[in-house]
């Protein structure tokens, strides 16, 4: 494996956009902690998440521009002290690495280009300094002309919240839907791949299956008490400032990145998992790579991916994932500081429960893709034989009509007791009861 040296570099760099004052924590935290104010996601408020704001990217390389550059030249172009000259040259390769951070249309169309190839189109040779006997550029022409192109991202997360297409869903229970924004920018920009946006969903269950998710970068961000489920191939998925939630997803092609999480399950088949800022999560999942245990994290559990949906083996097809090899099991911890192992653990089989996706679908998958690892099928075998052992006894109990109606009762009322205590009556009462005749669907 490998990556290209400059678009690393880069990638490397961009990552102060997020950097913390080391002022702010010598002096104790500021009140209000900037920690604690919610983002608006449109853009007005200054104390943001710079993660959700494309004025914030769009300011980051503005100022940074210079540096980024200085960063891509090759060291006969720089002076003794690391610094451009009027005469450096910007090598092709480097703008083909900036081309990991910017891209652009010519004359506002809507066909999205990579820089490096608007930086090699003839009308802008005059601007950027591009020679073709070098098959450089002038470094100061192409500073200028990259800030004069500049532009806030129009197909970002703050654009497809005010202008992207608002999404139905299958399963929305009525309610706390006020402060909700679920969008998706797929009639904005249909040359790339759509992006989903999910903020502030609160006590709702949401289910989908649809073209729309197919390929689609999907943000969840500040969901509380919720289930959401997304069964369609995705690419990739951010999970941030959530709480209390259940995520079921369909197989992700990329990464999934949960960050500042608290007691979250994310159920989810995917090429890479990675974690930073969470606590007491659970992560039942298929993958063929380590998990990430990236800074921040306490009480993590992992278990194997325990569920199915009829389109499930179709759709990791599609995404190019199978059931081996599987990581699941073998997290990698990244940060020195979180060496510590009890960071997480394996879920114990007798915690361990299947989860049934609560949705009709044509398809084939009738079963956990793979299979369970023998100690947590063995959990389950020996819990279902209690069952039955117990539905013999009370059939043999030889009860009157009369006491196995209190029976019933009783029973009931122990398992509405029980549901109120887990919290699992919302999830029941929130998957709404399909219309005689009518299959319930997912999307």
């Not at 249909?190 to 390929?215: C, H, N, W």
């Not at 389950?380 to 009860?399: D, F, M, N, P, Y």
Request: hydrophobic content about 35%; some cysteine.
């Amino acid at each position: 494996l490998s990556v290209d040296t400059l678009q690393f570099l880069l990638f490397l760099y961009v990552q102060q956009v997020n950097k913390v004052s080391l002022r702010r924590s010598l002096i104790g935290e500021e009140w209000p902690s900037p920690r604690t104010k919610s983002p608006s996601l449109t853009g007005k408020s200054t104390s943001e998440n710079k993660n959700w704001n494309d004025q914030d990217h769009r300011a980051f390389v503005q100022s940074h521009l210079l540096d980024m550059l200085e960063l891509l030249l090759e060291p006969e172009q720089l002076t003794a002290s690391s610094h451009s000259t009027h005469s450096s040259l910007v090598s092709y390769e480097a703008v083909c690495a900036l081309s990991f951070l910017i891209e652009g249309t010519v004359n506002k169309s809507r066909t999205v280009h990579p820089l490096h190839e608007l930086a090699l189109w003839q009308p802008c040779h005059g601007q950027n300094g591009y020679s073709k006997v070098s098959r450089a550029f002038s470094f100061p022409k192409l500073e200028s002309w990259l800030r004069s192109c500049l532009t806030t991202n129009p197909f970002g997360m703050t654009a497809c919240l005010k202008s992207g297409k608002k999404l139905a869903w299958a399963q929305q229970v009525e309610g706390t839907t006020r402060r909700a924004k679920i969008a998706c920018n797929t009639r904005v920009v249909p040359e790339v791949f759509p992006m989903v946006i999910m903020s502030q969903v609160y006590k709702q269950t949401l289910a989908k299956s649809s073209d729309t998710l197919v390929g689609a970068h999907v943000r969840i961000h500040r969901c509380n008490e919720s289930f959401i489920y997304l069964l369609s191939p995705l690419r990739s998925v951010t999970i941030e400032k959530c709480r209390n939630s259940t995520f079921v997803l369909g197989p992700v092609q990329t990464s999934v990145h949960v960050h500042s999480c608290d007691n979250v399950k994310v159920i989810v088949v995917c090429h890479r998992l990675s974690l930073s800022s969470t606590a007491g999560c659970t992560f039942y999942i298929l993958t063929p790579t380590q998990p990430l245990i990236l800074s921040g994290n306490q009480a993590v559990s992992f278990a194997p991916f325990h569920t199915h949906y009829p389109m499930l083996e179709d759709h990791m097809a599609q995404v190019g994932l199978a059931t081996l090899p599987n990581y699941w099991d073998n997290p990698m911890l990244v940060c020195k500081e979180s060496s510590d192992t009890s960071v997480f653990r394996l879920l114990p089989p007798s915690d361990f429960y299947t989860f049934v996706i609560p949705f009709e679908m044509e398809g084939d998958t009738t079963e956990t893709p793979g299979g369970l690892p023998h100690a947590y099928q063995k959990a389950l075998s020996q819990r279902e034989q209690k069952v039955q052992i117990w539905q013999k006894t009370v059939k043999e109990a030889g009860l009157t009509k009369d006491q196995r109606k209190q029976f019933q009762i009783l029973v009931e009322n122990k398992f509405y007791e029980w549901l109120v205590q887990t919290g699992n009556r919302q999830q029941l009462d929130s998957l709404v009861p399909p219309a005689a005749g009518s299959k319930q669907a997912a999307g």
